[in-house]
């Protein structure tokens, strides 16, 4: 794998805060103008190219890759962001190895596949860094007015495209700053010197949207208010809440939500201020959980097991992921289920019991064994809350909002997409997509039906 090498305890004890640090810094090293031109120059230019239908975001990859040769960066960004206007960030955190570069051709010979995501990157970083006028302009003032709930990787993405079709965004948000996970649940490593900001600065460069932070439904944020003084709604609140783990101990202190973790050193200005334990067990087998375990491990932790109930090729981390972990001095602890914390006053010890599989359903053995430990780091899952879609009266399949084919809702003029409807992966760029999405197919309904008509 390749990647920046994580300083643990075992390289030097106690962790100096400046190897803390440098933990933090960049997971990949960008490539530079002529890394890039080289690197270019691998790709086949493949018609009907494989690598484009591995994308959620559908982004011409052979075009953008063609135009980095000959030298036309910002022509290069201008065609990733066409297709998916969070490109910075998704070539940072999409897991590549099992989208566009599995897809790649080059993967059919001898040697690696051409390298997307830094390329990618390369282009966007080398646009936004620029700081120039913004690459896309609105249409005319359509006189529709859209109501957003949640500032996310989805949100954001309806907002912009949204916009760009000439109507005007209000996007109403939880927290004090937008990017949902962009900006709190991702490996600090993922993204830094602020990119998830940077990225949204630039987006809103377009113009035609407003944020409006501290504003959450139910908590003062009503969905009949924003139906009477907007022309549709669309939510993009992603999973808000963590998947319950109701086991003996799960209120000692030291057992947390491993978002809230990663949420803490996000941020944290300096990471060597978050507290960590000495020894960490985090349960899960997603990426959530490899961020949390890795992020232990570069604060110092002495020992971080990552316990999941069945074997890897079922965890839900790409193997890149979890080689990321296993290489960052990170023990895996397979087929294996929490059962109980354990402590007086304080979390000592994880009891977990072995698990296997009885024609084809995972059983918990008699089997128990535990691991000391005083931090726990709960990687579940999340799931959408019971509160969101109850009062609001939306239709609910599988856990997460139903909607049709066009991102409609049960509720007439209310639209949603990303993590909370579940329309793929978990992944921003399929929140991306669905946004954008979301976003053309209502603009054509607003049209049809015209201003004042019926939803
Ligand atoms: Fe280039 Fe690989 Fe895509 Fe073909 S599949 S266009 S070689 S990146």
Request: aromatic share 6%; proline share 4%; glycine share 12%.
């Amino acid at each position: 794998m390749t990647g920046k090498r994580i300083r643990t305890r075992g390289d030097e004890g106690e962790l100096s805060r400046a190897s803390i640090a440098a933990n933090f810094g960049d997971l990949h090293a960008p490539l530079s103008e002529a890394q890039a031109v080289v690197e270019a120059a691998r790709c086949l230019y493949c018609y009907d190219a494989p690598c484009v239908r591995a994308c959620p975001t559908a982004i011409d990859i052979p075009t953008f890759i063609h135009q980095i040769r000959t030298g036309n960066v910002d022509g290069s960004a201008r065609t990733i962001l066409s297709a998916n206007i969070m490109g910075g960030t998704c070539a940072r955190v999409c897991p590549t190895e099992v989208l566009c570069e599995e897809a790649c051709v080059v993967n059919h010979t001898e040697d690696a596949p051409v390298k997307i995501g830094l390329l990618q990157r390369h282009s966007v970083d080398s646009l936004l860094a620029k700081g120039g006028p913004h690459p896309f302009r609105r249409a005319p003032d359509s006189g529709f007015r859209l109501a957003v709930i949640g500032a996310g990787p989805a949100g954001l993405s309806f907002a912009h495209r949204a916009s760009m079709l000439g109507h005007h965004v209000t996007v109403f948000e939880r927290d004090e700053k937008p990017g949902g996970l962009n900006e709190y649940g991702l490996a600090a490593y993922k993204m830094v010197d602020d990119f998830a900001q940077a990225e949204i600065s630039f987006l809103l460069g377009l113009g035609g949207i407003e944020i409006r932070a501290g504003k959450a439904l139910g908590e003062g944020l009503e969905l009949a208010d924003l139906l009477r003084d907007y022309d549709a709604v669309f939510i993009g609140v992603g999973l808000a809440r963590p998947a319950p783990l109701d086991i003996p101990g799960r209120a000692l202190p030291g057992v947390r939500d491993a978002l809230d973790f990663i949420r803490d050193i996000r941020c944290a200005p300096d990471k060597a201020s978050v507290k960590v334990g000495r020894s960490v067990v985090v349960i899960g087998g997603g990426n959530t959980a490899i961020d949390a375990a890795v992020q232990a491990q570069c604060l110092g932790a002495e020992q971080v097991t990552l316990v999941y109930r069945r074997g890897r090729t079922e965890m839900s981390a790409t193997g890149w992921e979890q080689e990321l972990a296993a290489s960052s001095g990170v023990a895996f602890r397979l087929w294996s289920a929490p059962v109980a914390f354990k402590g007086e006053g304080a979390l000592a010890a994880a009891e977990f019991a072995a698990t296997r599989l009885v024609e084809g359903t995972l059983t918990l053995c008699e089997q128990r064994a535990q691991i000391p430990c005083d931090m726990a780091l709960i990687a579940i899952g999340q799931t959408l809350g019971e509160t969101l879609a109850a009062a609001s009266g939306l239709a609910v399949k599988g856990g997460r909002i139903a909607v049709d084919a066009n991102y409609r809702t049960s509720l007439p003029g209310v639209y949603a997409g990303g993590d909370c409807i579940g329309s793929g992966e978990d992944l921003t760029v399929q929140a991306v997509e669905d946004g954008k999405r979301a976003a053309i197919g209502l603009d054509r309904e607003l049209r049809a039906r015209g201003k004042g008509g019926r939803r």
